[in-house]
Nanobody
Framework: QVQLVASGGGSVQAGGSLRLSCAAS????????MGWFRQAPGKQREGVAA????????TIAESVKGRFTISKDNAKNTVYLQMNNLRPEDTAMYYC?????????????????????WGQGIQVTVSS
């Protein structure tokens, strides 16, 4: 069982920045991918960014490309989502997730079905 503990959300004004962190622990088999997803009220959960853990491979959703960056620190079993130039439409509950499948393509890396474990949601609110 993988435990994911996320932190770093909050409220900012448009144009501001936040960094989310997600630490993984308790696993017997190391996750192959970790990702960030978000869900706004009344909308489906969507993939924001994801990264492979043991190889260099990551992907970012088009809606946040150029503003959000995903990074990892394998020594700390932690993945980060740096969010810059935040917009009101980025307001959502953000979730980190870990998946055990390997060799995912870019689209698969942002698909909720590819992830086995989910952390608690973190609220990100961007005001105009």
């Amino acid at each position: 069982q993988v435990q994911l503990v996320a932190s770093g959300g909050g409220s900012v004004q448009a144009g501001g920045s936040l960094r989310l962190s997600c630490a993984a622990s308790g696993y017997m088999y190391r996750p192959q991918y970790m990702g960030w997803f978000r869900q706004a009220p009344g909308k489906q959960r969507e993939g924001v960014a994801a990264t492979a853990i043991e190889i260099i491979s990551s992907t970012i959703a088009e809606s946040v490309k150029g503003r959000f960056t995903i990074s990892k620190d394998n020594a700390k079993n932690t993945v980060y989502l740096q969010m810059n130039n935040l917009r009101p439409e980025d307001t959502a509950m953000y979730y980190c997730a870990a998946g055990l499948n390997d060799q995912l393509g870019a689209a698969q890396m942002l698909a909720t079905d590819e992830y086995n474990y989910w952390g608690q949601g973190i609220q990100v609110t961007v005001s105009s």
